[in-house]
């Protein structure tokens, strides 16, 4: 294999875990627009979407769609529960105790987790049975196209239903003046519900796609989550386009770091990039520079 057949292979597979993380980080940005505040166990939704499919799979033995379809409407009622939970009961606390209740939640899953299904890893059926296809040297590996066209299919989708839909603009309307969108008749309480719900349902797909890839575990919510938020901020903090680019953007640097430098430590230069955008660009790539209030 020559070099540029390698380099494109490191970048299909960086592309590939950079959608994973572009899927979670998206969910940071939109309940960061409806709330103002950082749901810290949005890793974790990855995290009881995988141990979810695993259970629908290996437990039931259900077949795989419909596994997935009920997955999906676990994840659907947990955001449910998340919101009137975790966030509701602190709506109109400042966003320091919202913070401190979703740490509380992201723990209290982890070892809800842990006492059912016990800390080993634990391997999930992939979509397809077939490993993949080689184009021009390159080994594209079916579960990393997947991953891929789910994420163009999840923001295209994402882009439609918010500026097509009537429910997508009152959502947008809801995260930019929530007192102003609550005096034009729009049922604030479930927007951010439905924010939530929509949060934990794309969480749970990203573990659903990458737990054939990293086994399911416990901590696999928490390594993703810190990816991405790091891509949430270095696509600029709340913009959903840069959330995407972020993602993609950390996943191909973590590939390459992983092959040419060390894969022992090619998480820290996924977060060295970040601390780079933190001293040079602190808004993001999309991110606009703000001036506090006094």
Not at 44 to 69: E, H, I, K, Q, R
Not at 260 to 289: C, H, M, N, T, W
């Amino acid at each position: 294999m020559d070099s540029l057949a390698i380099n494109l292979q490191i970048l299909f597979s960086g592309l590939a875990i950079g959608a994973v993380y572009a899927l979670v980080a998206l969910g940071f940005v939109l309940i960061i627009r409806a709330t103002n505040v950082v749901n810290f166990a949005q890793g974790d939704f990855a995290m009881l979407g995988a141990f979810a499919m695993m259970t629908m799979l290996t437990g039931l033995n259900l077949p795989y769609w419909l596994s997935l379809l009920l997955t999906l409407a676990v994840m659907a009622v947990f955001g449910v529960l998340f919101n009137y939970g975790v966030y509701y009961p602190l709506r109109n606390r400042s966003y320091l105790p919202v913070i401190i209740s979703t740490l509380g939640a992201s723990v209290f899953l982890q070892n809800t987790v842990l006492a059912v299904f016990g800390p080993q890893p634990k391997p999930l059926e992939k979509v397809f049975e077939t490993p993949g296809l080689s184009v021009g040297g390159v080994f594209l590996d079916t579960q990393y196209l997947v991953i891929i066209a789910v994420t163009v299919i999840a923001v295209a989708f994402q882009y439609f239903f918010f500026e097509h839909t009537l429910i997508g603009k009152k959502l947008q309307a809801t995260s930019q003046d929530k007192d102003m969108a609550r005096l034009l008749g729009i049922p604030v309480a479930w927007m951010i519900a439905l924010t939530f719900i929509y949060s934990a349902t794309l969480g749970g797909l990203a573990g659903v796609l990458v737990g054939p890839i990293l086994f399911v575990s416990i901590g696999m919510g928490s390594t993703i989550a810190l990816k991405a938020f790091s891509a949430t901020v270095i696509g600029g903090f709340g913009d959903v386009t840069g959330a995407i680019i972020g993602g993609l953007l950390l996943g191909v640097v973590e590939s390459f770091a992983g092959a040419y430098i060390s894969v022992p430590y090619k998480d820290a230069f996924a977060f060295l990039l970040l601390f780079i955008f933190l001293l040079v660009r602190p808004q993001g790539i999309f991110g606009e520079k703000i001036s506090e209030k006094a």
